[in-house]
């Protein structure tokens, strides 16, 4: 079946300590994004990626960084920086024209 | 600056009984719109879309919403709601011309009571 994987479901961050969350797509979609969501505010983004090896920082990009080396892969790394990372991450993909974006089953970040 | 207003946090309805959540946008370009569902620590589903022409959408799950450009609006309806309806709702908007980026409202969380 063709989906969006996001891995782990949970991680845990020491103080101090840059983390990777894995996103991978196998729907052939050039488009991924990462959002953040924080109970009663939405999904905010933090990164979008329209083509392999471009991307461009989303609403609430200070924090963090990804990489877009594979159409498959966009990877997260919430880094030090961010002070407060505890939240539901999610990926998302999206293919040609007017698609919708799809949407893994997130990842849980918490602080240790 | 484009934005996504769903006013209502918490709606709580009887089984069985009518659904309308509301969701109001502010959007300088031609918006496409989209109605997802989330159940707690799960992904977002697509509910339905709509980009063009007819203003009614029909949806999974028995859903439909209508588009009304006047007042910038586009509410989601449910004509009889099940227990398992019971989730997170969240109304989307965007546009080609802002690179396809998703702008989305805080979410309506349902609660149905039998």
């Known amino acids: 079946d063709g989906g969006i994987t996001q891995s782990p479901k949970y991680l845990f961050r020491k103080e101090g300590q840059n983390v990777t969350l894995s996103c991978e797509q196998n729907l052939n979609h050039d488009a991924m994004y990462w959002y953040r969501q924080d109970p009663g505010q939405g999904l905010r983004l933090i990164y979008y990626?329209?083509?392999?090896?471009?991307?461009q920082k989303g609403d609430i990009a200070e924090g963090y960084s990804v990489s877009r080396e594979k159409k498959e892969s966009f990877p997260l790394t919430v880094t030090s920086a961010q002070k407060n990372p505890t939240a539901f991450y999610l990926c998302?993909?999206?293919?040609?024209?007017?698609?919708?974006?799809?949407f893994g089953d997130g990842t849980r970040l918490s602080i240790l | 600056a484009q934005s996504v207003t769903q006013p209502d946090i918490h709606i709580t309805v009887s089984e069985g009984a009518s659904l309308e959540l509301r969701c109001n946008y502010s959007?300088?370009?031609?918006?496409?719109l989209f109605w997802y569902v989330q159940s707690p620590g799960q992904g977002l589903q697509l509910l339905l879309k709509?980009?063009?022409?007819?203003?009614l959408v029909q949806g999974i799950k028995g859903f439909e919403a209508e588009f009304k450009r006047s007042q910038s609006s586009f509410n989601l309806r449910k004509p009889s709601v099940h227990w398992s309806d019971a989730a997170e709702y969240f109304c989307a908007v965007g546009s080609m011309e802002y690179g396809n980026k998703l702008v989305f409202g805080a979410g309506t969380i349902l609660r149905v009571k039998s």
């Open positions: 990626s329209q083509i392999v090896n471009d991307f």
């Open positions: 709509y980009f063009s022409g007819d203003t």
């Open positions: 959007y300088g370009a031609t918006p496409y």
């Open positions: 998302a993909s999206k293919g040609q024209g007017s698609q919708p974006q799809h």
